[in-house]
Protein backbone atom coordinates (compact mmCIF):
# COMPACT_ATOMS: atom_id res chain seq x y z
CA UNK A 1 0.00 0.00 0.00
CA UNK A 2 3.01 2.75 0.51
CA UNK A 3 4.38 1.41 -2.55
CA UNK A 4 1.03 2.23 -4.40
CA UNK A 5 0.67 5.57 -2.58
CA UNK A 6 4.44 6.49 -3.02
CA UNK A 7 4.11 5.73 -6.68
CA UNK A 8 0.85 8.20 -7.00
CA UNK A 9 2.55 10.61 -5.25
CA UNK A 10 5.19 10.51 -7.74
CA UNK A 11 2.89 10.43 -10.87
CA UNK A 12 1.22 13.62 -9.55
CA UNK A 13 4.00 15.77 -8.52
CA UNK A 14 5.60 14.64 -12.38
CA UNK A 15 2.41 15.61 -13.94
CA UNK A 16 2.42 19.24 -12.00
CA UNK A 17 6.28 19.82 -12.53
CA UNK A 18 5.40 19.47 -16.81
CA UNK A 19 2.60 21.13 -16.65
CA UNK A 20 4.16 23.82 -14.38
CA UNK A 21 7.50 24.12 -16.79
CA UNK A 22 5.03 24.25 -20.51
CA UNK A 23 6.65 25.92 -22.97
CA UNK A 24 3.87 28.91 -23.00
CA UNK A 25 1.95 30.31 -19.66
CA UNK A 26 -0.18 32.40 -21.14
CA UNK A 27 -3.61 31.29 -21.47
CA UNK A 28 -6.98 32.51 -22.66
CA UNK A 29 -10.24 32.59 -21.07
CA UNK A 30 -13.56 30.54 -21.90
CA UNK A 31 -13.80 32.44 -25.37
CA UNK A 32 -16.93 34.32 -24.61
CA UNK A 33 -14.72 35.71 -22.04
CA UNK A 34 -11.63 37.23 -23.97
CA UNK A 35 -14.17 38.37 -26.36
CA UNK A 36 -15.44 40.68 -23.69
CA UNK A 37 -11.99 41.74 -23.06
CA UNK A 38 -11.06 42.43 -26.07
CA UNK A 39 -14.23 44.62 -26.86
CA UNK A 40 -13.07 46.48 -23.80
CA UNK A 41 -10.05 47.45 -24.90
CA UNK A 42 -10.85 48.36 -28.13
CA UNK A 43 -14.23 49.62 -30.12
CA UNK A 44 -15.48 46.52 -31.71
CA UNK A 45 -18.94 47.47 -32.28
CA UNK A 46 -19.28 47.10 -35.45
CA UNK A 47 -18.03 43.51 -35.94
CA UNK A 48 -20.43 40.27 -34.69
CA UNK A 49 -18.90 37.36 -33.61
CA UNK A 50 -19.58 33.70 -34.65
CA UNK A 51 -18.80 30.97 -32.09
CA UNK A 52 -18.63 27.51 -33.29
CA UNK A 53 -21.59 26.45 -31.99
CA UNK A 54 -23.20 29.30 -33.62
CA UNK A 55 -25.55 28.14 -37.03
CA UNK A 56 -23.23 28.89 -40.04
CA UNK A 57 -19.90 29.59 -37.90
CA UNK A 58 -18.34 26.36 -39.88
CA UNK A 59 -18.67 27.97 -43.58
CA UNK A 60 -17.19 31.00 -41.94
CA UNK A 61 -14.48 29.32 -40.87
CA UNK A 62 -14.09 28.02 -44.14
CA UNK A 63 -15.23 30.11 -46.79
CA UNK A 64 -14.63 33.83 -45.26
CA UNK A 65 -11.10 32.91 -43.19
CA UNK A 66 -9.91 30.32 -46.04
CA UNK A 67 -9.53 27.23 -43.62
CA UNK A 68 -10.99 24.75 -45.79
CA UNK A 69 -8.55 21.65 -45.74
CA UNK A 70 -10.43 18.99 -43.15
CA UNK A 71 -6.98 18.11 -41.27
CA UNK A 72 -7.00 21.51 -39.68
CA UNK A 73 -10.59 21.73 -39.40
CA UNK A 74 -10.16 18.71 -37.34
CA UNK A 75 -7.61 20.03 -35.31
CA UNK A 76 -9.80 23.02 -33.96
CA UNK A 77 -11.42 22.45 -30.85
CA UNK A 78 -13.17 25.84 -30.55
CA UNK A 79 -13.23 29.03 -32.45
CA UNK A 80 -14.63 33.16 -32.57
CA UNK A 81 -14.62 34.61 -35.65
CA UNK A 82 -15.74 38.49 -36.61
CA UNK A 83 -17.77 39.66 -39.68
CA UNK A 84 -17.86 43.17 -40.01
CA UNK A 85 -19.66 45.27 -41.44
CA UNK A 86 -19.34 48.39 -43.22
CA UNK A 87 -15.72 49.89 -44.80
CA UNK A 88 -14.22 48.79 -40.64
CA UNK A 89 -10.95 46.66 -40.79
CA UNK A 90 -11.25 45.66 -37.11
CA UNK A 91 -11.13 42.56 -36.59
CA UNK A 92 -10.56 39.90 -33.50
CA UNK A 93 -10.62 36.33 -34.09
CA UNK A 94 -9.58 33.05 -31.89
CA UNK A 95 -9.29 29.99 -33.23
CA UNK A 96 -8.59 27.23 -30.51
CA UNK A 97 -6.99 23.98 -31.16
CA UNK A 98 -6.82 20.68 -29.86
CA UNK A 99 -4.40 19.85 -27.12
CA UNK A 100 -1.05 18.50 -28.75
CA UNK A 101 -1.91 20.22 -32.07
CA UNK A 102 1.38 20.66 -34.11
CA UNK A 103 2.84 24.08 -34.82
CA UNK A 104 2.71 23.54 -38.54
CA UNK A 105 -0.76 23.07 -38.26
CA UNK A 106 -1.45 25.92 -36.84
CA UNK A 107 1.12 27.77 -39.18
CA UNK A 108 -1.08 26.60 -41.87
CA UNK A 109 -4.32 28.14 -40.39
CA UNK A 110 -2.81 31.07 -39.98
CA UNK A 111 -1.46 31.39 -43.81
CA UNK A 112 -4.63 30.64 -44.52
CA UNK A 113 -6.06 33.03 -42.93
CA UNK A 114 -3.92 35.60 -43.81
CA UNK A 115 -4.03 34.54 -47.58
CA UNK A 116 -8.19 34.31 -47.46
CA UNK A 117 -9.48 37.09 -44.91
CA UNK A 118 -6.62 39.31 -44.38
CA UNK A 119 -5.75 40.17 -48.09
CA UNK A 120 -9.25 40.16 -49.10
CA UNK A 121 -10.10 42.57 -46.61
CA UNK A 122 -7.44 44.95 -47.41
CA UNK A 123 -7.97 44.71 -51.30
CA UNK A 124 -11.60 45.59 -50.35
CA UNK A 125 -10.26 48.64 -48.34
CA UNK A 126 -7.78 49.88 -50.32
CA UNK A 127 -9.42 52.14 -52.96
CA UNK A 128 -12.56 52.99 -50.63
CA UNK A 129 -11.11 53.83 -46.93
CA UNK A 130 -7.03 54.80 -46.96
CA UNK A 131 -7.01 55.24 -43.41
CA UNK A 132 -9.59 51.75 -42.58
CA UNK A 133 -6.11 50.03 -45.12
CA UNK A 134 -3.83 51.82 -43.47
CA UNK A 135 -4.98 49.25 -40.17
CA UNK A 136 -5.34 46.65 -41.66
CA UNK A 137 -1.73 46.56 -42.95
CA UNK A 138 -0.74 46.60 -39.43
CA UNK A 139 -3.00 43.06 -38.58
CA UNK A 140 -0.99 41.12 -35.53
CA UNK A 141 -1.35 37.32 -34.92
CA UNK A 142 -0.19 35.72 -31.60
CA UNK A 143 -0.31 32.17 -30.34
CA UNK A 144 -1.31 31.58 -26.99
CA UNK A 145 -0.97 28.54 -25.49
CA UNK A 146 -3.64 26.86 -28.00
CA UNK A 147 -4.87 29.88 -29.36
CA UNK A 148 -4.55 31.39 -32.70
CA UNK A 149 -5.37 35.19 -32.29
CA UNK A 150 -6.08 37.49 -34.50
CA UNK A 151 -6.61 41.50 -34.27
CA UNK A 152 -7.03 44.03 -36.78
CA UNK A 153 -7.88 47.50 -34.66
CA UNK A 154 -5.62 50.94 -34.26
CA UNK A 155 -5.88 49.33 -30.42
CA UNK A 156 -4.38 46.03 -31.46
CA UNK A 157 -1.24 46.04 -28.62
CA UNK A 158 -4.22 46.81 -25.94
CA UNK A 159 -6.57 44.32 -27.35
CA UNK A 160 -3.83 41.62 -27.11
CA UNK A 161 -2.43 43.09 -23.70
CA UNK A 162 -6.12 42.72 -22.19
CA UNK A 163 -6.57 39.02 -23.49
CA UNK A 164 -3.46 37.42 -22.10
CA UNK A 165 -4.96 39.46 -18.38
Do not use: W
Not at 72 to 97: P, Q, W
Not at 125 to 139: A, G, R, V
Amino acid sequence: MKKFVLALFTVALSVFMLASCSPSSETLDDLHQTVEKACAAADFSNLEFNFKSDDYSEEILMYMYGVEDEDLIDSIEDFVLSERSGMSASTFSVIRFKSGTEKSVIDSVKTAVEEVYVQSLMNALMPYDPTEYEISKEYKFKTIGNDLVLVISKDADAVLEAVVK
